[in-house]
């Protein structure tokens, strides 16, 4: 039996949730610190759990999400900073600034997703999770905003 389009489609957002868990459980064994390592292991939990809302988006369909949420502030820090190299030993200050971009190019990748499909269903599911990542990486510039550039 040939796949769906919705199919297609909720198996590639699901890989780029695991791709996601699997970046942050292998940047985690790279990191040296107890306190960065529990971040990068809730990270990937987080992550986690957007792959598995949409499994049940996939067996229960759409009558189980929500609508979009009104717009995430963006602070836009990570607009302005540059990507960090990864390495061993990171700071907790480019753990922050890589969850970030990361953030907010999984938001960007969803909002593009909401603009090449035209099945209103499929547009509200993929602007909720680009709402999402947004509440996400608002998350993370609030914490560099007031630990990192405070700080310095």
Do not use: C, W
């Amino acid at each position: 039996m040939e796949k769906t389009k919705f199919d297609t489609i909720l198996d590639f957002a699901i890989e780029r949730e695991y791709e996601a868990v699997e970046f942050y459980t292998d940047l985690s064994s790279k990191i040296l610190f107890a306190a960065q390592k529990v971040m990068l292991k809730d990270l990937a939990d987080m992550e986690k759990g957007h792959a598995a809302a949409l499994e049940r988006i996939r067996t229960k369909g759409f009558a189980q999400t929500k609508k979009v949420n009104q717009d995430v502030e963006d602070l836009h820090i990570a607009d302005y900073l540059v990507d960090v190299e990864i390495k061993p030993n990171l700071s907790y200050q480019d753990i922050i600034l890589i969850a970030m971009k990361r953030e907010e190019k999984a938001k960007k990748l969803y909002l593009d997703l909401a603009n090449k499909v035209s099945d209103g269903e499929m547009q509200n599911l993929f602007r909720r999770l680009a709402d999402e990542e947004a509440k996400h990486k608002h998350q993370f510039e609030v914490i560099y905003d007031e630990e990192v550039l405070k700080e310095n």
